[in-house]
């Protein structure tokens, strides 16, 4: 059995002479493992637009790099005309996928880059936006480990957890955020039953959660999204972990289609829900789950995708929300890098990030 850290692929890193970001193809797994090497907008949209880069964090770090290679690219511009394009550039980025704050917040941390060097020479300020992309890159891998060194005091050793969706090393990087407790339990000993959603419609926790989790050792049981309820009626379930898109300063949050049912059958069984993620998922600007934008995705994802054939007649109709809301009222807690977040939510998210 591979240890969980070596059993890690890479998803996301810059190619050697730093022109191009090098990413896992996230669609091909779990059979195939095979990397795509973009250098240019349109394909970066692409990759993100398609979920061959995908999960709030990964999203995250892929911006800050590809920001980085996509400005290197016109350093012979006057640094007005420099910092138009690349504006302009991260506009376009932001609107491969509304949902996920931490691409928005990538971006941002990278213009506040071009914007505060205004005395400097576009070269010097490309080579500021690398530095800066591989500070989000660390800062991030760090974040998951401090939430795995919270999250793991919410569990004991042999207990069941489920997950949904993928909130693993593939969408968060380093540790995961979802996975977190279970990669580090496991490093100290502890062994955890892992329940995996298969997320309909495009099937992360199948393709992704199952993927990782089975390679790194972790024993995990994948079931399909509507045996939850089951699982947890049996007394399987000892906690909920699952990820986190957006985060409002009310503590509801956006994640996976899917996740809020999962948190109203946690609360029906009495079994604690957390969702957990870095800081740059949550979003103060954002006052409650109403205001966050949730992706419509193509209806044919529901219809075509992962079928040999079509599983439902073309002229039916289907609706395909990539994202629901959790409402605050059914967390248990909110495991970030700083602690766990018990409710109230909105005075104690304030209060431990200072706002
Ligand atoms: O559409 P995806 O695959 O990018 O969605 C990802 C999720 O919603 C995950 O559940 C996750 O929690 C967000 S990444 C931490």
């Not at 939510?345 to 209060?351: G, H, Q, R, S, V």
Request: charged letters at 25%; proline letters at 4%.
């Amino acid at each position: 059995m591979e240890s969980s850290k070596s059993a890690r692929l890479t998803v996301v890193k810059l190619s050697e002479d730093e022109k191009s970001v090098i990413i896992l193809d996230q669609t091909k797994l779990p059979n195939h493992e095979e990397y795509i090497t973009i250098h240019d907008e349109k394909r970066a949209w692409d990759a993100i637009k398609r979920l061959e880069i995908r999960g709030a964090p990964a999203i995250g770090v892929f911006a800050g790099y590809a920001m980085y290679v996509l400005a290197q690219q016109y350093t012979d511009k006057r640094y007005e005309d420099f910092k138009a394009e690349f504006l302009r550039q991260a506009e376009y980025l932001d609107s491969s996928r509304p949902t996920a704050v931490n691409l928005s917040w990538a971006l941002k941390r990278q213009a506040g880059v071009v914007e505060k060097n205004a005395d400097k020479n576009p070269a010097e300020i490309a080579a500021l936006l690398g530095a800066e992309a591989k500070k989000i890159d660390a800062e991030n891998e760090e974040m998951t480990r401090k939430i795995a060194e919270y999250g793991v005091t919410l569990v004991k050793d042999g207990d069941g957890i489920l997950t949904h969706c993928n909130a693993g090393y593939l969408a968060c990087l380093g540790y995961g955020t979802a996975t977190a407790p279970i990669y580090y339990g496991q490093e100290k000993g502890m062994t955890f039953h892992v329940y995996s959603d298969e997320t309909r419609p495009l099937l992360q926790g199948a393709r992704l959660t199952s993927y990782e989790l089975q390679k790194a050792g972790v024993d995990v049981t994948l079931i399909c999204d509507n045996m939850a309820s089951i699982v947890m009626k049996q007394g399987k379930i000892n906690a909920v972990f699952v990820g986190c898109d957006r985060i409002a300063a009310n503590g509801d949050f956006a994640n996976k289609i899917g996740t809020s049912g999962v948190a109203i059958l946690a609360k029906h069984y009495g079994v604690p829900f957390y969702t957990l993620g870095p800081s740059s998922t949550i979003d103060f600007d954002t006052p409650t789950g109403d205001d966050i934008h949730i992706e419509l995705r193509d209806p044919e994802e529901v219809k075509e995708m992962w079928y040999k054939e079509p599983m439902a007649l073309k002229e039916v109709k289907s609706y395909n929300p990539s994202f629901d809301v959790t409402d605050h009222t059914l967390v248990t807690g909110i495991v970030t890098e700083r602690g766990i977040v018990y409710p109230p939510f909105k005075e104690n998210l304030k209060k431990l990030f200072n706002r």
